[in-house]
């Protein structure tokens, strides 16, 4: 089926639109894509519900949905939704690149069986299904259907997430085998925590791992070339740092560790100053970890209340650098500071506003497309609009927008 297909390489793929109902509060919810995204909201809202619902998604494709429940300590019935009494989730992902959609992937998961039980992947010019145990693959002809009759076969083995996640990538069209990679190369910062990123560890498998585990490892693991990349990033904030390594101790074990020089050490009456892991500052291991995987294979990357830990006059560079990343990205923050720092036109497309409604679903709107706001953003930067607005009393005039139809 694979080399039947003559379709160019895609390249530049992101994600348009996610649309999900029934996982936890994400009860019928929706919202549109940017290159750079920043999730604004109440405590409450729904931010680290929408992250977890992303990174449960991309969990999809890489398939052993038991270890994804393990780590959390979750349940798969821990995920649908408590205010609507159904059993299954369901979802679609539209993708697009160069202003061009490609397609969508649309799936129902049941919790009770851990896998997709019903799938739709329609991306350029092919189609795969999975419907009533079977699973059909076709081409597409014409804007009228599918050409010739589909590849179609029963489903005889078992397996955890999506159909996507078994079937060979050797077996896979080239459009769908782009969207699968970048799938598996969604990357979850959400719990970046201290005590996990000084650990001393033995691997990574070329990412860090839950709340930034395997830090010391991740960098062990980079090309010299890679490594020293991130070093001169890190030096036009931190220009006394002469050294980023991850040092080899015994049974494998590996621990990061900095080197510092400072004025009158050049003259060698002073040697530089080595520092371990364990002393290093929260701050700068937070961006140690977060530029390491901007150089990653990662295609979007989530991070949860990126100002945490960074000193206020690094955190412009953090998001100057996010901006201007060849990656997808998805911050949330609740600090205003952050939103000063992005262009207005940035702001306006990629700020959004998550909030619940009185029956306590999740719903998204772009902050600076609301009346108030919009109003607001051509006198003041988006930080000051942000400072000036009370979110506990956009509800209404939200609500009057969606009964206005604006």
């Known amino acids: 089926m694979a080399n039947s297909l003559n379709t160019p390489e895609i390249e530049n793929v992101q994600i348009k639109v996610i649309e999900v109902k029934n996982f936890k509060s994400l009860v019928d919810f929706k919202i549109d894509f940017q290159k750079f995204n920043c999730l604004i909201g109440l405590n409450g809202s729904g931010k680290s519900t929408f992250m977890q619902f992303i990174d449960f998604m991309s969990q999809l494709v890489r398939g052993d949905m038991k270890a994804w429940f393990a780590e959390r300590k979750w349940k798969s019935t821990d995920l649908p ?31 009770t069986k851990n896998h997709c039980i019903r799938e739709f992947i329609a991306v350029v010019g092919t189609l795969i299904e999975v419907k009533d145990g079977e699973v059909k693959v076709a081409n597409r002809s014409s804007d009228a259907g599918w050409e010739g009759k589909p590849w179609k076969e029963e489903i005889r083995f078992n397996y955890e997430g999506s159909i996507l996640s078994v079937l060979k990538d050797e077996f896979l069209p080239p459009d769908i085998l782009e969207i699968k990679k970048y799938l598996t190369k969604i990357k979850s910062l959400d719990l970046l925590a201290p005590e996990h990123l000084r650990q001393r560890t033995r691997e990574s498998s070329g990412t860090l791992g839950r709340g930034g585990s395997n830090l010391a490892s991740f960098i062990h693991e980079m090309s010299d070339s890679k490594r020293e990349k991130l070093l001169e990033t890190l030096k036009k904030v931190y220009p006394q740092l002469q050294g980023l390594s991850a040092k080899s101790l015994r049974s494998g074990w590996k621990q990061l560790e900095i080197i510092e020089s400072y004025e009158g050490q050049e003259s060698g009456l002073f040697p530089k100053v080595t520092t371990k892991a364990r002393h290093i500052n929260d701050g700068l291991l937070r961006m140690i970890a977060i530029f390491a995987e901007l150089d990653s294979e990662n295609r979007f990357l989530l991070i949860d209340e990126i100002e945490n830990g960074i000193n206020p006059e690094l955190v412009e560079f953090v998001i100057d650098t996010l901006v201007a990343t060849r990656q997808q990205v998805l911050v949330t923050t609740h600090s205003p500071m952050i939103l000063n720092y992005l262009d207005d036109e940035v ?3 990629g700020v959004i506003y998550l909030y619940k ?8 709107i772009p902050f600076f497309s609301i009346p108030s706001l919009r109003k607001k953003l051509s006198v003041m930067g988006p930080g000051e609009a942000f400072v000036d607005t009370k979110l506990i009393e956009l509800a209404e005039e939200i609500a009057s927008m969606t009964k206005e139809g604006k």
């Open 347 to 349: 702001a306006k497309k």
């Open 81 to 111: 939704s408590k205010l609507t009494g159904e059993d299954d989730i369901e979802f679609r992902i539209t993708f697009f690149t160069e202003n061009r959609v490609l397609g969508d992937w649309s799936a129902i998961y049941s919790p």
């Open 357 to 364: 409604t009185a029956k306590g679903h999740t719903k998204s």
